[in-house]
Nanobody, 123 residues
């Protein structure tokens, strides 16, 4: 199983970016796909997740209403649309996967991880 995250970059505050997480090696029916981020010098934190089957989503409070997670079954890809970006959103963003019927916010629960992609928001 491989997860490939991409789409990071430099953007001004108020701007937007869309991250992608391309999954390969299996189908992800029955999985929860999560997005995490890690600020410099801090631990990785939960951003949001999506149920692959239902498409239902769950978000951390600080990004709810600004970030949107979606998936494309045909492409086996999950997206993180980030709008109204703030300098505080600057971090390395990771995608992860876990076979589960429930949303998972704990990093250690996820079985598969992609490499990070850097997002930098300038003020």
């Amino acid at each position: 199983v491989q997860l490939q995250a991409s789409g990071g970059g430099l953007v001004q505050a108020g701007g937007c970016l869309r991250l992608s997480c391309a999954a390969s090696g299996r189908t992800f029916s029955g999985y929860v796909m999560g997005w995490f981020r890690q600020h410099p010098g801090k631990e990785r934190e939960f951003v949001g997740s999506i149920s692959w089957n239902s498409g239902r989503t769950y978000y951390e409070d600080s990004v709810r209403g600004r970030f949107t997670i979606s998936r494309d079954n045909a492409k086996n890809t999950v997206y993180l649309q980030m709008d109204s970006l703030e300098p505080e959103d600057t971090a390395v963003y990771y995608c992860a996967a876990k076979r589960s019927d429930y949303f998972i916010t704990v990093e250690d629960e996820y079985a598969y991880w992609g490499q990070g992609t850097q997002v930098t928001v300038s003020s």
